[in-house]
């Protein structure tokens, strides 16, 4: 209860909180039969994911402000100093409303912030894992299917014998998804010739339908390691994960993601993977200090070409590309500059995450093409070193480094002028 007057028992606002995920229990006319007994004018319901503000009037509860915040999926979670700090800020915000209208004073609308789209992301994401490793788990009962997702596992890094392989899957299906969604509605603002992923009610295309042709328009432009499917794409999405995803895509067209600033973006995409889930998605990183040692006796030229044939997530070329700012005295332009560099990797989140990570480095320039590919290194490496002629669909359109200069390389076994151990 918030007071107007504790000592005459004059109550302003009826503050009703729940544990997370409860809100969907609560009674409406119960909440507004409370809050008459009361004699409150306000009415906040909160449950740590979702919030809403409504003002007592004519016998109705009448809808004020949202706060539309996904922080906590349990009250475990409290016991996380950077959440409990999440939750204790959001609180401020709401009472500070509160004092606002204690004033007299109007309320400012919401403003989704980095906070509210890694949230309903997050979210998103705990609900697809359980579902897509349902399908994970179907799809193995065949054999020829079961072989080949255990042969690509093993070239994403995974070992075949571990006993929650199906649930590591789900995981890096899930976080794959998540990450195309929102790269998508962040080029989107750029090329809004896209197709629009607004949910369709009724007999519409399917969402699996609806999402694949806009990755396939957009892998058009290009971006072709981050909308490029996997085996788990083509075993197609269950209707529970489909259902989720339709959830996503309307709470991400419930606010204009194109109002965000670029900055926000960049921290939305650097903060979606938290480093721990990486590291059990298999993804591990040169410290970046040694990355610096290693590129300070490898790269001096902005104007020639860098390959990294085993980028991972693109620590070496997200560092070089800043060592080339610096060599350039900051005068090259950053589409420029990714013109001479390439990354390449036969797992495909890795790769997924170089070309965000290259991406967030000026989300705003509208030549912002990452140059990763998903293939095998040996053989693509081959093909960009020694043809520079070569016809290959992955690279027509885009600069290739030539045979007159084969570049430097993070992997030891490429040659060129020099070469460093990644």
């Known amino acids: 209860m918030i007071w107007a007057d504790y000592e005459a028992r004059r109550a302003f606002a009826l503050w009703e909180l729940k544990a997370p995920g409860e809100r969907s229990k609560e009674d409406p006319s119960a909440v507004l039969e409370k809050a008459i007994n009361l004699n409150v004018r306000y009415v906040l319901l909160w449950d740590f994911q979702s919030g809403d503000l409504y003002e007592v009037a004519d016998g109705q509860l009448r809808h004020r402000k949202s706060y539309p915040v996904y922080l906590l999926r349990s009250l ?53 894992v359980p579902n897509l490793k349902g ?5 193995k009962t065949d054999r020829n299917a079961r072989q080949g997702l255990d042969r690509w596992a093993v070239e994403q890094g995974y070992r075949t014998n571990l006993a929650d392989l199906d649930d590591m899957l789900a995981r890096h299906w899930a976080y ?5 969604i929102l790269f998508y509605f962040t080029i989107r603002r750029y090329y809004p010739s896209l197709p629009d992923l607004h949910p369709i009610p009724g007999s519409a295309p399917s969402l ?50 194109s109002l965000l600033k670029e900055d926000v973006i960049g921290q939305i995409m650097e903060g979606l993977i938290p480093p721990e889930e990486r ?7 040169t410290r970046e ?38 060599r350039s005295q900051y005068r090259t332009s950053y589409a420029h500059l990714l013109e001479n560099l390439w990354g390449v ?15 967030r480095q000026d989300v705003k320039d509208v030549n912002n093409f ?47 002028e020099s070469t460093a151990h990644c």
């Open 76 to 128: 475990e979670e409290w016991t996380d100093p950077f959440r409990r700090r999440q939750v204790e800020s959001q609180a401020k915000q709401i009472l500070d409303d509160m004092a606002q209208l204690a004033r007299g004073e109007s309320l400012t609308p919401y403003v989704p912030d980095r906070i509210y789209f890694t949230g309903i992301l997050q979210d998103a994401i705990h609900q697809l």
């Open 135 to 139: 399908r994970i788990f179907q799809a």
């Open 176 to 180: 794959s998804l998540a990450v195309r």
């Open 208 to 257: 699996s339908d609806r999402l694949w042709n806009a990755f396939s328009r957009a892998q058009a432009v290009d971006w072709q390691a981050l909308f490029e499917q996997s085996p788990l794409d083509r075993l197609g999405l269950p209707p529970e994960a489909e259902r989720t995803l339709e959830s996503l895509l309307e709470r991400f067209h419930r606010y204009d993601f």
């Open 279 to 285: 590291h059990a998605l298999g993804q591990y990183f």
């Open 289 to 326: 200090d040694l990355v610096d040692f290693i590129l300070g006796f490898v790269a001096d030229d902005p104007e020639k070409p860098h390959l990294d044939p085993t980028c991972g997530s693109g620590t070496f070329l997200n560092r070089l590309y800043s060592r080339l700012c610096w």
């Open 345 to 359: 990797d036969i797992a495909h989140f890795p790769a997924e995450l170089a070309t965000i990570n290259l991406f």
């Open 370 to 416: 990452p140059r990763i590919l998903v293939r095998d290194s040996g053989l693509i490496s081959a093909l960009i070193l020694l043809t520079p002629a070569a016809n290959s669909p992955c690279c027509q359109g885009r600069k290739r480094p030539g045979s007159q200069n084969p570049g430097r390389s993070s992997a030891p076994w490429v040659g060129g």
